[in-house]
């Protein structure tokens, strides 16, 4: 389906300003509790984690898209680099010459070494290096991006994904190798990570590969049966039904990452006037997403701000730099990508 004719640029689009949002509440000292979709939900969802669940859900379907598509394994990780490192390389930069202008008391680019590790570390995605010793020590959150985390976890997945290169003559085998990993990953988050283990590994790095993982995964699986030619507005109704059914009686964890894709993938394929032409502004959704958190952190060690003024600051900031980071950087990249599709 053309890029032009759905509504996934919109939806990146929303599920960023919703990572900004709960970040908002966040890094303004303002409880989680307080978060409306938090309440409403009675504690089942933030817009964070429909921000995050919706990006892997739609990176899952398009990823695999680019891996049938690439002539090449040297090509599908050539797109991949492209689409991740030039953006993420902009962000570390930037912050790294933001830094001493910040007028942190005590600190000196001369006698710190992390300040000199960030930008290495953090291109590596698997050395990540949230802090600099004397940066944002007063702010409730001392990471200075800490959004930075789920790019290890995605580029992870983009390489497990690819050993299915080596079956592509064989679609339904694909279809059912990606089912069989799915309910692996979803026992496993589930029954394991979920209720044995409990909430005390909620920040343990297995815990978010296996949730993010899992919909990733599901995405892939609808793109594997072609779900762009099987969505209607019936099937979107009743998974939007079953979803909020299950938010509802309580039950989201445990029908989330089949139900859920469904919906994100639904709404994204369904054209809707506006929504469908969104992208002509281009791809903002990855610039806000990971220039959004040290400009929160800026504003707070500045102005001390409360969480409405925080929020809106740094989403309008946040736009304009996802608007810059795109046309500067982002799409100059990808022009040097091949078989080029939505993501």
């Known amino acids: 389906m053309k890029a032009n004719v759905n509504n996934f640029d919109f939806l990146r689009f929303l599920f960023a300003l919703f990572v900004v949002i709960t970040h908002s509440y966040a890094l303004s000292g303002t409880p989680e509790s307080e978060e409306w979709m938090w309440q409403i939900t009675a504690g089942q969802l933030s817009f964070s984690q429909i921000g995050l669940s919706g990006f892997f859900v739609i990176s899952g379907y398009f990823i695999f898209i680019s891996l049938q598509r690439a002539s090449s394994l040297k090509t599908y990780f050539k797109n991949r680099i492209l689409r991740i490192f030039p953006g993420l390389l902009g962000v570390l930069c930037v912050t ?96 394991f990570l979920e209720r044995v283990a409990g909430m005390q590994l909620l920040y343990l790095q297995g815990y978010h590969f296996f949730n993010l993982g899992t919909f990733f995964v599901m995405g892939s699986l609808l793109a594997s049966i072609q779900f762009e030619k099987k969505v209607s507005v019936v099937i979107l109704f009743i998974s939007v039904v079953i979803l909020l059914l299950a938010i509802y009686f309580e039950v989201y964890s445990t029908v989330k990452h089949f139900v859920f894709p469904v919906v994100v993938l639904s709404l994204g394929f369904i054209p809707l006037r506006f929504f469908s032409t969104f992208g002509k502004y281009g791809d903002l959704s990855y610039g806000i997403y990971i220039y959004s958190f040290p400009v929160q952190q800026v504003l707070v060690h500045l102005f001390k701000p409360k969480v409405y003024s925080l929020m809106a600051f740094s989403i309008l900031i946040s736009i304009i730099l996802g608007f810059l980071s795109w046309h500067g950087i982002e799409k100059k990249a990808l022009l040097l990508k091949e078989n080029r599709i939505l993501k």
């Not at 570390?121 to 600099?132: A, D, P």
């Open 96 to 191: 790294l010459l933001l830094i001493p202008f910040l007028h942190v008391k005590g600190f000196t680019i001369f006698t710190q070494c992390d300040y000199y590790t960030y930008v290495p570390r953090n291109m590596t995605l698997y050395g990540f290096q949230s802090t600099v010793k004397g940066v944002f020590d007063t702010n409730s959150y001392h990471a200075i991006n800490g959004s930075l985390w789920t790019i290890q976890y995605e580029f992870s997945l983009y390489v497990l994904i690819a050993l299915l290169f080596y079956f592509r003559a064989y679609q339904k085998l694909i279809s059912v190798l990606l089912a069989v990993v799915m309910v692996l990953l979803y026992f496993v988050y589930t029954f």
